[in-house]
């Protein structure tokens, strides 16, 4: 498990109209109205890191939603729920919360302030390198794959007790959100026992002299770039079909798979920019 800073939950979105209506999403694609497909590695900010339309996940949504459980009352799902983030965070307490803004305003009420490039939190992402980094960070905001669930705050387990109750949940969100997280950990188990394995070679060559850093599975951009010249990046990856994060606060994603075809096309234009 590793961290990033904040600036990721604060983006721009606007630059996702340049796009053609999007039809479906299936595993890392979107399929676009005129029949074109673009491999998405932006992965709606990284809460479809595990793909577009699991499948398993949607059979627990589907059940929950047969079972009329909309509304945000106690139920047992909540409970399992917090024993799949116990696998992703253990040894650490967790509050849960209907948005984003919601854990915002619980932090502010708090006296902690939730803003870009505080000290006392910080955003998770997995399948970074630096996985023991999170350790003596009292906050957390996981961005966790299923975009469908709860926002949620990690704590340090000696700030359980002090710190606001969080919100109920409605189940039917609850459900799936759990299935995800148990998928999550054992995807991450699964990168930790293949550690070994030359992933993404072509891109990581070719980005050896670009503006592009890589850690894990994620690229940011150079610091600073301005938003005429990341509209252009975008529009040129775009035509070349692939989209990348509408913001330049939030890093490109390398799907699970993707074929040969578009691996060597997207390191040609990672190296040309």
Known sequence: MAKTDMAGYFPDRELLRLLPR???????????????????????????????????????????????????????????????????????????????????????????????????ISLWRPFLEDEESDKNTPFLIPVLPWPLGPSVLVLDKGMDAGFPPGELIAPVLLAPAARSLYDLAAALKGKKANRGSRRFFKIEKAITKSAWRRRGIYLTAEPGMDREKYEALFRLFLEGGFLIPPSPAEPLILPVSMSPGEESKLARLLGSC
């Open 22 to 120: 999007v039809l479906r999403a299936r595993d890392f694609h979107l399929y676009l109205e005129g029949g074109q497909r673009l491999l998405d590695l932006w992965l709606q900010g990284g809460r479809a890191v595990l793909g577009h339309k699991p499948s398993r996940v949607l059979v627990e949504l589907k059940n929950a939603a047969e079972r009329g459980l909309f509304t945000a009352l106690p139920h047992p799902l909540e409970g399992r729920f917090l024993k799949a983030l116990g696998e992703l965070f253990p040894r650490r307490a967790f509050r849960l919360y209907q948005d984003f803004g919601s854990l915002c305003r619980a932090l502010e009420e708090a006296g902690i302030s939730c803003k870009t490039g505080e000290s006392e």
